[in-house]
T-cell receptor, first 116, second 111 residues
């Protein structure tokens, strides 16, 4: 199917390591979002891309978190010097047009990150 | 930060019964969306209701919105085992690109 694809599905890293999480949005989707979801909680917004432009990164918890979408399609979320509190599920979502709040978001199945 | 609160946090009912979940939010909105999340999976969009709408239907789903009370409800009629999932409401904020999510209602349908 042509849904949102995230890789890897599971990632285990030692504290202090860098990790990179990948998102392949639905082809042609302009908007791309990254969320962090703790167990038993709703998603927390991290950042938003409109094509290649990162228009909102206000949800990134620290300067250890960095996201990019250089060609307006695939996006990577990078976490440097990981800490235990970074353990969570990281979800990527895309939507068709520029974000105006009135469109559905299409989600990948997420990457479950565990920091030991 | 999360603006929405779902109520109840967990709900367990028999197959065939109706399930009602509620969502309250804090600030004015343009749109409210409901999503379903099966365990270990991503979220799936169910329905969107605009702030000038009071009720919307989609199959076995009925959503209401009361902007004066800043609340919404999701009704699933004639529940099935496959409806077992967590359900989240999400609202848009006027001035940025974020959807604000509640903590969800965990629904269990007993066969």
């Amino acid at each position: 199917g042509a849904g949102v694809s995230q890789s890897p599905r599971y990632k285990v890293a030692k504290r202090g390591q860098d990790v990179a999480l990948r998102c392949d949005p639905i082809s042609g989707h302009v908007s791309l979002f990254w969320y962090q979801q703790a167990l038993g909680q709703g998603p927390e917004f991290l950042t938003y891309f409109q094509n290649e432009a990162q228009l909102d990164k206000s949800g990134l918890p620290s300067d250890r978190f960095f996201a990019e979408r250089p060609e307006g399609s695939v996006s990577t979320l990078k976490i440097q010097r990981t800490q235990q509190e970074d353990s969570a599920v990281y979800l990527c979502a895309s939507s068709l047009g520029r974000w105006r709040g009135n469109q559905p978001q299409h989600f990948g199945d997420g990457t479950r990150l565990s920091i030991l | 930060s999360q603006q929405g609160e779902e109520d109840p946090q967990a709900l367990s009912i028999q197959e065939g019964e109706n399930a009602t979940m509620n969502c309250s939010y804090k600030t004015s909105i343009n749109n409210l969306q409901w999503y379903r999340q099966n365990s270990g999976r991503g979220l799936v969009h169910l329905i969107l209701i605009r702030s000038n709408e009071r009720e919307k239907h989609s199959g076995r789903l009925r959503v209401t919105l009361d902007t004066s009370k800043k609340s919404s409800s999701l009704l699933i009629t004639a529940s099935r085992a496959a409806d077992t999932a967590s359900y989240f409401c999400a609202t848009d904020a006027d001035s940025n690109y974020q959807l604000i999510w509640g903590a969800g209602t965990k629904l269990i349908i007993k066969p």
